[in-house]
Every structure is written in C-alpha cells, then in structure tokens.
C-alpha cells in the first residue's frame, strides 16, 4: 500500500495495521493486546535503529498509526502501552551493544507473547472452582476464556474428558445480519464443545435474560478491557447482564488475561473515546449531512477542515462498559481479584 504522503522512514513502508489484522485472522486464539505487541515486535525486527531514542520514537509511532487504524483500540491499548513501558524501563538500563540489547528485548518480548498465551489454561485452573455440581451458569458471546474456563470444569473430575461436575450453561447468542460473524462462529464452537462433553447448553437471544435470571446460580463474562477502576469494556449487553444480575443477587464474574488491563479511567458508557453508531437518532430528512448536527465545541477544538480521526465501530463490534460494583471478581492468571484490586494491579505494572 502506498504512502499518502512521501516516506521519511523504513518504519511507514511497515503496514502494522495490515500485520495485527493478519495476525489475528492466522491464529483464532490470539487476544487483541497480544496481537498489537507482536505486530510491534515484527515491526521493531524489520525497522532498522541505532539507538534508544528511535527504537523508543519507532515504537510510538507504530502503535499510533495502529490504534488510528482500528474502529476499536481499547484491548490493543493495553498491549502497545505494556510494550512500551516494558521498552523504556530496558533500554534505559541497557548497556554496551546496543543492537545486542535491542535483539535481546525483542526476545523477551516472543517470551512475553508465550506467557500471555498459556494464560488462559491458568485462568481456566483457577475458575473452574466457581462452576459447582447443579450450577447453572449464564454467559454471553463467544469469550475463549469463558469456553476454556467451562471445558476445563466440566473435565475437572476425570482424565477421560468427561468430568464428574453437572452443570449447565445458558448462552446469550446474538445473530448478526450476516450470520458468518467471528464471535457468532467462536460462540458456536463453545456450544458444541460443551455440548460433546455432556453439558447440556441452552441458547437464548438478549431479550430472554431477565426472564431467565431465576435459574441462573452465578455469571461469567469475558473482556475487552478492564479499566483503572476495576470496570470492565466488554461486548454490548454485558452492563445489562450486570445490572439484572446484581437485581437477582446473582454472582457476576469477569474472565480476563491481566495484560488486558488498560489506563483507561471511564465514568460512563460516553467516556470510552470511540465512535459507536448505537443510538442513531433519525427524522424523515435524516439523509441531510451529519456533520450539521456536529457539536459546536468539538468543531472548534478539531479546527476548520479537521476530521475526527475516530472511527465508528463495525455493526457486531460495540461495547459498553460495565461499572466495578456490579462485579463480584475479576479471575485472572494470577488468581481472583476484587476490582478494587485493578489499580493495585496497574500500579506494580507501571510503577
């Protein structure tokens, strides 16, 4: 693809964008943050440099031209920003060779990539104490670690794959228009694994879960983010699974890899910073220019003939954000977490 402007550097012949895409489409089980550290690790290894200084200058610019390329940069944030600080809190320490060091970072970096990989099973371990004999738990969307989280309890009891603990599960499905999409398709290889290991599966569409919450014994949801505050970005629908939850007196449990923890600090479902088409808002001459409607104030804070460089979120990619005191515990590889707990997390990450 060529540049739009003249190139003033190896790192813009790089498409990072195209690199994170194809890395996720290459490997289904790879998370967004993951996938961001990796395509900027195959960036730093094709992009030569000479010193801190633009190894450091290299990476930032990568990751802002990845996270102006996607409609939805909060999970990738998570991964660029733990890169990055992984980067400066070396490279400032590093000694003699510099390419030496810089080859031996980009190695820990695979090594980090390993670790964040083999996660899930431990999350898994850890989770499946939550899932007891005549449970019945409620879940949304195709979450891996949810999948591997409800496989791994219903093989805990035996080595033949078919575990002794009797559950069930009520998945929450949602249908896309197209019927083809990827948490449509990861959903459906949950349902089947489950399903293959004798756990009897219901699938329920949005509007069924108040009417189902009797019967729920606790909820596990995955996660796109989880912010400074202990709250959670996940798939829309998971706030209103929270909050009926937190009605019924149910458990509501979060699933998430620590490096999905993200500096991100949202007082409501306005403050994420992406562009969601959600509530779209029309009259019989709503085929009049949008930019119209355009706020005033945002207008003149971008500047005459600036565009917004926020993209809107594909239809079946929003998200919305779930507040810390719906949640009951955030299970992760390092074990179970109030959300309390998240800023203290951040905090020894970055500090």
Request: hydrophobic residues 35%; aromatic residues 6%; contains cysteine.
């Amino acid at each position: 693809m060529a540049p739009s402007q003249p190139s003033s550097g190896d790192e813009e012949a790089f498409d990072i964008v195209a690199t994170y895409r194809r890395l996720l489409s290459e490997d289904p089980d790879l998370t967004m943050p993951v996938a961001a550290i990796e395509s900027l690790i195959v960036g730093l290894t094709n992009t030569p440099s000479t010193t801190v200084s633009e190894t450091l200058d290299l990476v930032s610019k990568l990751t802002v031209q990845l996270k102006s390329g996607v409609s939805n940069p909060i999970s990738l944030s998570a991964g660029t920003d733990l890169f990055q600080q992984y980067l400066i809190s070396n490279l400032q320490r590093a000694r003699g060779d510099f390419d030496q060091a810089r080859s031996h970072l980009v190695q820990n970096g695979r090594l980090f990539i390993e670790r964040a990989k083999a996660a899930r099973e431990t999350i898994a371990g850890f989770g499946k104490h939550f899932v007891r004999d005549g449970n019945t738990v409620l879940t949304n969307g195709g979450s891996r670690v949810v999948g591997a989280l409800l496989r791994n309890a219903a093989e805990s009891s035996n080595g033949s794959g078919r575990g002794s603990i009797r559950f069930r599960v009520i998945y929450v499905v949602s249908h896309s228009a197209t019927g083809d999409s990827a948490e449509e398709s990861e959903t459906a290889a949950n349902i089947a694994a489950l399903r293959e290991r004798d756990i009897p599966v219901a699938e329920i569409p949005p509007t069924a879960i108040a009417y189902c919450m009797d019967m729920v014994t606790s909820c596990f949801v995955g996660a796109e983010g989880v912010v400074e505050n202990g709250g959670v970005v996940s798939r829309l629908g998971t706030y209103q699974m929270a909050s009926l939850a937190k009605a019924a007196g149910k458990p509501f449990y979060v699933v998430s890899e620590s490096h999905k923890f993200v500096r991100l600090y949202p007082l409501g479902q306005s403050d994420l910073g992406i562009e969601q088409n959600i509530v779209d808002f029309r009259t019989a001459r709503s085929s009049e220019e949008k930019e119209s409607a355009k706020d005033e104030g945002v207008a003149d804070l971008e500047g005459e003939g600036a565009t917004s460089s926020r993209r809107s979120c594909t239809p079946g990619d929003e998200v919305d954000y779930t507040p810390p005191r719906l949640i009951s515990g955030i299970i992760t590889e390092g074990g179970v977490l109030l959300p309390s707990a998240v800023s203290e997390e951040l905090i020894k990450i970055w500090f």
